[in-house]
Every structure is written in C-alpha cells, then in structure tokens.
C-alpha cells in the first residue's frame, strides 16, 4: 500500500462520490447525480438527475452523518434498481437482457413489476430489509455468540473486544466470500474505475483513460472506508458500557447505531480532506477492506466512469439528460441514435 498514491500531493479534494452500480456507476456532484450504464456493443446510456435542496441536517456535525447514510442508502437502493431496468429495457441480446432479464419490462416500470407497489415505498422497503440484515448479522450475533464466553470470563472490555473483533472478521469473510461472484467482480472493477476517476480528476489531470489508469483503485474518502470505521467507532465505544445481560446489549447496539454513524462520518470526512501521519494509520483497516471492494479496471470501466464524472460537471443552469451517451458523458446526436427513438418513448 503506497500511501504516496493515495494520500496525493498536490491534489485537491472534492465532495465527488459515487457508487458502482450493474454494469455502470453513478457519481454525485455538488448539484446532481448521473448513472452511467455500458450495455452490449458498447453503447453507454446515461441519465442525470438534480439533487434535492440541501436539509438543515446535512450541516450539523454527527446529526449529518446519519442523515447522508440514509439518504445515500435510499439513493444508491433505487440507482441499482434504476441500472438494472436499463440493462434489461435497452441491452438485450437475443431476446435476453444483459443483466439476465428476459423480456422487456410491460408499460407501468416499477410500479407494474412490484405488484402496484409505489416505487418509493419499494425503496423504502428495500433499505429497511438491508439494515435488518446488517443489524441481525453483523451487530445482534456476535453479542450473542460471545454472550457464550460470559462462563470463562467476567472482565466486560475482554469480552467487548471480542465482540468487535468478530463482527469484523464477519464482515470481512462476507466480503470476501461474495467478491468471487463473477458479477461481483465486475461491479468491483467498476468500483476501482470510480476512485482512478476522482483520484485523476482531483489531481487536476485531463480526464481520460489513460491518465485515470495510472491511479490507485483506493481513496480514502471511500464508503467502504466508512464501515470500517462504524465497526471500529462500535468496538471503542462499547468497550466502555460495561457487559450487561443480553437483552440490554441488543438494545444498546441498536440504539447506539445513529450515533456511530454520525461519528464515523466526521472522522470519513476528516480522512478525506487531511494527509496527517494520523489519518493514515486510522485509513489503514478501511484501504485494507477496500482491496477486497475493488479490482483493476479496463478501459470499458474507465470510460464510464469518466462519462458519469464529465456528466455532473457541468454548471448548475445545465438541463437534466437521459438518453444514449458517448464517452464524454453527453447525448448522441439526434440522427445518431434515431434506431432508438421508439425504445426511449415511456421510459
């Protein structure tokens, strides 16, 4: 690990984010988000939409951090179901779309394939059956598991400790379990593409290919980072609760989730705009787990993830787009993507 390549001299931190998706990315600028998805024969097709006003809660230290993490949920929730209805609407071959589909979705889109379900309300949904599975897996077992050590020892910051350290090895084995899916694997170059872009465009290099190609695939501003840090944050802070009977452990775990997040974000945050010898011992554990979340990407990656970071860009007066795009993250000429027309209509 290179911290020369990470931490870079020189650069410029921004706000940029972004999220690798099915077959694409999304990046986050300062007023808009664009998801780019690469389907068959290389088309690229885009879509940018404004970011709602900013919430008096998104300026309040520890308060923001619980309400970017809910929100990025709900958005990166609905981006991935958004990319996947691409693939399947616009990238069929054979009768197949690419992301395995099938047939094309009836008129109605989500709210059809959801059984008359609001799409809002199936996002929500969403969100909420993945933070019960987060909550179950990696907070609620492993103070039971270790509930079981209570018979060989009293001493509440040993046992505390141990708790810590198999939620994180939990999490660690799950990530790396899941990233020899073959479909995995592609989102997780998808997701090196993303930092070698906002590493290149930080460093006040010209945006293409090549130059993105020669960084990092790790950024210390990364979400992934930031889980490490919530299961650190856990770690340190129950340590200091004492090891009461189990039913209180649960709840307090719970009830302790929105204040971990909150600081977890602001020491993210810290990491991300500092190059200290300190922020980069507290970034080691979060680039380690970023090894696993993120492969090498190819020149296909790059270029979307390049488009994707061209397409929010651009000045806040810019109109929002969807539509076949080329690399440079803006619509195909009209005579250019005639043959697409009748796809496009009721999307």
Not at 96 to 113: F, T
Not at 157 to 174: P, Q, T
Not at 180 to 200: L, N, P, S, V, W
């Amino acid at each position: 690990m290179d911290f020369k390549k990470i931490f870079i001299k020189g650069a410029c931190p921004t706000k940029i984010g972004g999220q690798s998706v099915l077959e694409g990315i999304m990046m986050k600028g300062e007023d808009r988000t664009a998801v780019v998805v690469r389907g068959n024969k290389d088309r690229l097709y885009i879509k940018t939409e404004k970011l709602p006003e900013r919430h008096k809660a998104a300026g309040i230290p520890i308060v923001r951090g619980v309400y970017i993490f809910v929100t990025t949920l709900m958005t990166g929730m609905q981006t991935l179901i958004y990319s996947a209805e691409v693939l399947e609407k616009f990238f069929e071959e054979d009768g197949e779309g690419v992301a395995g589909g099938g047939e094309a979705k009836a008129e109605g889109g989500a709210e059809a394939d959801a059984g008359g379900i609001p799409f809002g309300v199936m996002i929500a949904l969403s969100v909420a059956l993945a933070i019960a599975f987060v909550v179950g897996i990696f907070i609620i077992v492993p103070t039971i598991v270790v509930n079981f050590l209570g018979t060989y020892t009293d001493n509440a910051i040993v046992l505390n400790v141990f708790e810590g350290v198999l939620r994180i090895v939990l999490f660690v084995i799950y990530i790396a379990v899941i990233s020899r899916m073959k479909d995995i694997q592609t989102t997780f170059e998808y997701h090196g593409a993303e930092h070698k872009t906002i590493h290149c465009f930080e460093s006040g290099l010209p945006l293409t290919p090549a130059n993105a190609a020669r960084f990092e695939t790790l950024h210390p501003r990364c979400g992934t980072s930031f889980l490490m840090f919530v299961m650190i944050i856990a770690l340190l802070l129950f340590s200091l609760m004492g090891w009461p009977n189990l039913a209180v452990r649960i709840a307090s775990r719970i009830v302790f989730i929105p204040l971990i997040a909150g600081l977890s974000y602001e020491l993210l945050r810290y990491a991300g705009q500092n190059d200290s010898a300190l922020v980069k011992i507290l970034s080691v554990p979060g680039l380690l787990l970023q090894q696993l979340t993120t492969r090498n990407p190819g020149e296909p990656q790059l270029e979307v993830a390049i488009a994707a970071l061209k397409a929010v860009l651009v000045p806040k007066e810019t109109p929002v787009i969807e539509g076949f795009c080329g690399s440079d993250g803006r619509l195909l000429p009209e005579e250019e993507s005639l043959e697409f027309q009748s796809a496009l209509e009721g999307f």
